[in-house]
């Protein structure tokens, strides 16, 4: 954990604390594994090869396995906040991977083909995401992934009873305004109620950035 920063939102304190360590059991599965396989297979279809990825939020690594699958040999790193998530995704990846604690405390020293964040930022303070977004576009080299909830404009609603913990919004629009070198690559969503391979109901969106 990065010791310069403290934990100075109830969100970030929310999920490294009691909750985040309950929710790896929750999102731990042979059947997410499949399922991410075909989310990334499809969300990912136009990027080409891709031999390094770094994900915000990583948790245990569920969407760096399937990544790992896709495109053998990738390099991966993540920035987790949970102890308990961070130590298990440090025996898939390497501990020298990865970042314990928040994505706000994160600089990047290197960058990546792939940037992702999938359902994470919608559970950031609004207030942290200007910073998100900075981490997200310095992070990537050529590749921006956001799999999150969207609405067209911002909302907070509540999260398994808790409030001010899930904000919906157009979080690649947003990212798309703030960089005016980013386009939009091809986007998408994924049901809940897919008969083969559900996820949550998210808006997938893939940006690239068009260089210097």
């Not at 109830?10 to 009691?18: D, K, L, R, S």
């Not at 308990?84 to 083909?113: P, T, W, Y």
């Not at 799999?147 to 409030?163: F, I, K, M, Q």
Request: proline content about 5%; overall charge negative; charged content about 25%.
């Amino acid at each position: 954990m990065n010791k310069d920063r403290e934990l100075v939102t109830p969100q970030e304190q929310f999920w490294a604390g009691e909750f985040g360590t309950d929710y790896i059991d929750r999102n731990r599965s042979d059947m997410l594994l499949a399922s991410n396989l075909a989310f990334f297979s499809k969300a990912l279809g136009r990027s080409g090869p891709i031999a390094s990825c770094v994900e915000i939020g990583a948790n245990v690594g569920m969407n760096l396995r399937a990544l790992k699958l896709l495109y053998p040999g990738i390099r991966c790193s993540g920035v987790e906040i949970n102890p308990d998530a961070s130590r298990e995704l440090a025996g898939l990846i390497g501990e020298k991977h990865v970042f314990h604690g928040s994505i706000a405390d994160r600089q990047a020293n290197e960058q990546a083909d792939l940037a992702l964040s999938k359902g994470v930022l919608i559970h950031l303070n609004p207030d942290l995401l200007p910073i998100a977004y900075q981490r997200l576009y310095a992070a990537s080299s050529r590749l921006i992934l956001i799999a999150e909830y969207y609405n067209p404009t911002p909302v907070a609603v509540s999260y398994r009873g808790h409030d001010q913990r899930l904000f919906k919004r157009d979080f690649a629009g947003e990212m798309l305004d703030r960089y005016p070198d980013l386009k939009l690559v091809d986007y998408g969503f994924c049901y809940r109620r897919d008969p083969a391979f559900p996820q949550d109901d998210i808006n997938w969106f893939l940006l690239e950035r068009s260089g210097d």
